[in-house]
């Protein structure tokens, strides 16, 4: 039932939900004040009646212990006061009786509203000077009985008092009505008030909304505006903002990435059809084809080539992928990689050197693959009786391995753009030593993949320093 109901609460519109929010706050709200002030108000009127009754006994006894057996000062309290004030607020009724329960005074009328034994009936069962609610016929009473003392003797009387509250209980009804009216006036008034406010509020929404219509991928330049929406939808802005960038950069990268693609993939292909056609074009010698063949071979090797390392960056571009890692010697693998392409170093004359030792959890096939693709590099561009050396450095939290060669550098405006796929400085120099651009980028793909950073510095036509950083843990 709570999935049911939560799940029909989510259908409706935010502006649907906030306006309900904002009226059933409203309606919580103004209903606790309203019962709160009524309360504080029948509380004040009960206090001031029960305080008005006990004055009058006060002045009663007093007028009691101190009258003569005439009573004249009395009757003024008992009989004529209560009469003046007939139309006052405070109409009420005042009986004295002696000790036999005869009536010795009392105010006009009283017997019409409750005879001496009514009064004393009803209220018998309560405590003395307890004050007791009666409907009497249309009118509703406080009554209160209680003793005195005659001319300060030990002859008691008794005093019955009854106040008539009707005037007070319409005005209370009166007020009762009036103010469950202006309750639903208000309610009905705050939940359009918030149906405005909603709607006013989910504007910048609509323009958001909007927005993402016209956005194709031919606009993905496109930028919204939320400098004046409000600071929650700002936030929102700057982030659709942020990722309008970001797909706009995959996009570009994607398109350079298709395009460069297509122009590595074309010159082999073009270079097999081209000799596969002049092949053909009229008859050859056994050698002939022998030779054709071994450079068809060699073109679909590089082909082959491309294929894997554009399949290598995919699956570590994956962000699910997960790698086993396992605890390496960095120099040990350094060493390894170093004795494998020392033919290839023995050929120009380029001394290999390494220093430092560390132990990381890394993936061992990748951390060869990005060892080997650094050091490749470095030779390819070192000259004859050159250097290239590792280092390996330790901090804290990280392990550094640093490649530095003497070769011929590369230029200050190329270095953003080297792990960019199929990316050379010089595609002549580098398509003759065999480099198709992609073996940065996979480096720069393993290291980030372990959680780490590379960073490449470099002097023209002097040196270049390639820091491989992976993190300890």
């Not at 709160?36 to 007093?62: G, P």
């Not at 509250?165 to 319409?170: A, D, E, K, L, R």
């Not at 929406?229 to 700057?238: F, H, I, K, T, V």
Request: glycine share 4%; with cysteine; net charge neutral.
């Amino acid at each position: 039932m709570n999935n049911a109901n939560s799940r029909t609460l989510q259908s409706y519109s935010i502006k649907t939900r906030l306006t309900l929010f904002y009226g059933l706050t409203t309606v919580v709200l103004l209903v606790i004040t309203a019962l709160f002030f009524y309360l504080i108000t029948m509380h004040i009127l009960h206090q001031a009646n029960r305080q008005f009754m006990l004055d009058e006994i006060s002045i009663l006894r007093k007028l009691l212990e101190n009258q003569p057996k005439k009573f004249l000062g009395l009757e003024q309290e008992v009989i004529e006061i209560p009469y003046t004030e007939t139309g006052s607020e405070y109409r009420y009724y005042i009986r004295i009786l002696d000790k036999n329960k005869n009536t010795i005074l009392q105010t006009p009328r009283f017997n019409y509203v409750l005879t001496a034994k009514d009064f004393w009936e009803t209220a018998s069962h309560e405590k003395e000077e307890e004050i007791i609610h009666r409907n009497i016929a249309a009118n509703k009473f406080l009554l209160i009985q209680t003793q005195g003392k005659l001319n300060n003797s030990n002859e008691p009387v008794f005093i019955q008092i009854a106040l008539d509250i009707t005037y007070q209980q319409n005005i209370i009804y009166h007020y009762s009505h009036l103010l469950i009216i202006t309750l639903f006036s208000i309610i009905l008034l705050a939940i359009l008030m918030g149906y405005f406010i909603a709607n006013r509020a989910m504007r910048s929404l609509y323009r958001l909304t909007d927005a993402t219509k016209q956005i194709t991928v031919t606009s993905l330049h496109q930028r919204i505006d939320p400098k004046s929406w409000p600071r929650e939808l700002n936030s929102l802005g700057r982030a659709f903002n942020a990722m309008l960038g970001r797909i706009e950069n995959a996009v570009l990268h994607l398109t350079q990435f298709s395009g460069d693609l297509a122009h590595e993939l074309r010159t082999p292909i073009n270079n097999l059809m081209g000799e596969a056609e002049i092949i053909l074009s009229r008859p050859h010698s056994m050698k002939e084809y022998q030779e054709v063949l071994e450079s068809h071979l060699e073109e679909l090797q590089r082909v082959s080539h491309i294929i894997e390392n554009i399949l290598f960056l995919a699956r570590t571009e994956n962000p699910m992928l997960e790698i086993k890692k396992e605890e390496v010697h960095v120099e040990n693998e350094i060493t390894m990689i170093c004795e494998f392409y020392q033919a290839m170093a023995d050929e120009k004359n380029i001394r290999i050197e390494s220093e430092g030792d560390a132990v990381l959890q890394v993936n061992l096939i990748m951390f060869r693959r990005a060892l080997s693709n650094v050091l490749s590099n470095a030779l390819k561009y070192t000259p004859e009786n050159g250097l290239v050396r590792f280092k390996v450095k330790e901090s804290e939290n990280t392990v550094e391995i640093i490649v530095e060669d003497n070769g011929i550098g590369i230029a200050e405006e190329h270095l953003p753009k080297l792990f960019n796929r199929f990316y050379r400085v010089d595609s002549a120099r580098a398509r003759a030593a065999g480099g198709i651009g992609l073996g940065l980028p996979i480096v720069k793909s393993i290291v980030e993949l372990h959680h780490g950073s590379i960073l490449v510095k470099s002097e023209l036509n002097k040196r270049t320093e390639i820091t491989l950083s992976f993190p300890r843990v």
